[in-house]
């Protein structure tokens, strides 16, 4: 079966940066789109980032344009997410998810396979 595996996650600084590292096994890596969300406690889950099958396509949300880079790497199955300049409004956990398409859009419903998820926190 599908398995996502994030890692990466911490306590950080404002300002500061961390790389989230999220490894797939089950399917064939490079078939499928792959995305990260967050959910901030008291909050709906939201999208950050996506990337498509072979990486050459990627969005990201508004309110991380410019801080945060998703890519990935289909020799190590790993899927990244680069998270620069960080704010204390980015303290979530943030979760590895992957569609059955090569490339999905930023509704969560786009996913049906999700990891566990690695908390952020950002203090300042």
């Known amino acids: 079966q599908v398995q996502l595996v994030e890692s990466g996650g911490g306590l950080v600084q404002a300002g500061g940066s961390l790389r989230l590292s999220c490894a797939a096994s089950?399917?064939?890596?490079?078939?499928?789109?792959m995305a990260w969300f967050r959910q901030a406690p008291g909050k709906e889950r939201e999208f950050v980032a996506a990337?498509?099958?072979?990486?050459?396509?990627?969005s990201n949300a508004d309110h991380v344009k410019g801080r945060f880079t998703i890519s990935r790497d289909g020799a190590e199955n790993t899927v990244y997410l680069q998270l620069n300049s960080l704010k204390p409004e980015d303290t979530a956990v943030y979760y590895c998810?992957?569609?059955?398409?090569?490339?999905?859009?930023?509704?969560?419903?786009?996913?049906?396979?999700w990891g566990q998820g690695t908390q952020v926190a950002v203090v300042s």
């Open positions: 990337i498509n099958w072979n990486g050459a396509i990627t």
């Open positions: 998810a992957t569609s059955n398409a090569l490339y999905s859009g930023q509704s969560n419903r786009d996913y049906p396979y």
């Open positions: 089950g399917r064939t890596f490079g078939n499928y789109a």
